[in-house]
């Protein structure tokens, strides 16, 4: 089983709404955490780090992250079509360089 | 931004067959990764390297070797291809600190027949 795992899988949302995005680690020594965004036919960029317990804000997205219960979240709001991509959550540990990456979810914004 | 270029984009392989994927980054970057992705899976580590001459292993080694000659270049050897290993294969580099952000390329999409 993979080490961080993500839910939901896919999600729908309307043009102007709320997306919320999950992740959860079964490993206790990550202690750094991303969020990477990948749209159709290109590779991952990363999106946001997050590394203490609590809200990070970077304009229209949120990452929140609680290390005692190894969950981390992205929240978008006034979600754009342009939003519709593969999310992918990511974790390293300290005084490591190997990143591993979660399963995906996959985010419709309809207009 | 950190330019990542992989080569080829795209390749059909025969099963049994040798394949090399190569990729050159340009932001002197010391971390350098191997990563394939698969519906339901996500991303999986295969092989990564700290600096020239160096190579670890992932998650997911088995059926790989990897090779990084310099600084720039690292690349991924399938030494006896099998369709299990179709994929789409992403390489990334990143600095050697701790929370290193990674920058990807555009991937290479491998068929093995």
């Known amino acids: 089983q993979q080490k961080v795992q993500q839910s939901p899988e896919s999600l729908s949302v309307p043009e102007g709404g709320m997306a919320s995005l999950n992740c959860t680690s079964s490993d206790r020594n990550f202690q750094y955490f991303w969020w990477y965004r990948q749209h159709s036919g290109e590779g991952p960029k990363a999106l946001m780090?997050?590394?203490?317990?609590g809200d990070k804000k970077e304009g229209r997205f949120t990452a929140h992250l609680n290390k005692a219960s190894l969950h981390v979240s992205l929240h978008i709001r006034d979600s754009q079509p342009s939003d519709s991509a593969l999310y992918f959550c990511?974790?390293?540990?300290?005084?490591?360089?190997?990143?591993?990456f979660g399963t995906g979810t996959r985010l419709q914004v309809s207009p | 931004e950190a330019a990542v270029t992989q080569s080829p984009r795209n390749k059909v392989a025969v099963t049994g067959g040798k394949v090399t994927l190569s990729c050159n980054q340009t932001n002197n970057h010391n971390n350098m990764y191997w990563y394939r992705q698969d519906t339901g899976h996500g991303l999986r580590l295969i092989h990564y390297?700290?600096?020239?001459?160096?190579?670890e292993k992932g998650d997911i080694p088995d059926g790989y070797k990897a090779s990084r000659p310099s600084q720039e270049n690292f690349s991924l050897i399938l030494e006896l291809a099998t369709p299990s290993q179709t994929s789409v294969y992403f390489c990334a580099s990143g600095e050697r600190l701790g929370g290193n952000t990674l920058y990807f390329g555009a991937g290479t999409r491998l068929s093995v027949l």
């Open positions: 780090s997050i590394f203490s317990d």
């Open positions: 390297s700290y600096g020239a001459g160096s190579t």
């Open positions: 990511a974790a390293s540990e300290p005084n490591t360089d190997k990143v591993v």
